[in-house]
């Protein structure tokens, strides 16, 4: 199954998963724990500013890479297989 295949318009975008993933990576040396690390973890690099989703941009701070989560809740699903996952935060 690939999820959002059927709602490309509220899947999450990739820049926000890979910038994540990038925050919760810690140099472990196999690829098993390290993926179960960055999956266990990414989740708590979204932070709330004044009641808002946000994740900074790396490349440039001022800009939030949730900025469609604030605008459309449905949108904040992050799916894995067999469930649906939202930040609660």
Avoid: C
Wanted: glycine share 4%; net charge negative.
């Amino acid at each position: 199954m690939i999820t959002f295949a059927e709602d490309i318009d509220n899947r999450t975008p990739s820049i926000l998963v890979t910038t994540l993933a990038g925050h919760a990576y810690n140099g472990e040396e196999d690829v098993f724990t390290a993926v179960r690390s960055v999956l266990d973890d990414m989740l708590t690099f979204i932070e709330r500013r004044d009641g808002q989703w946000w994740v900074p941009n790396p490349a440039h701070e001022e800009d939030d890479l949730t900025d469609e989560w604030n605008q459309y809740p449905e949108s904040r699903k992050i799916a894995t297989p067999g469930t649906t996952r939202s930040p609660r935060l």
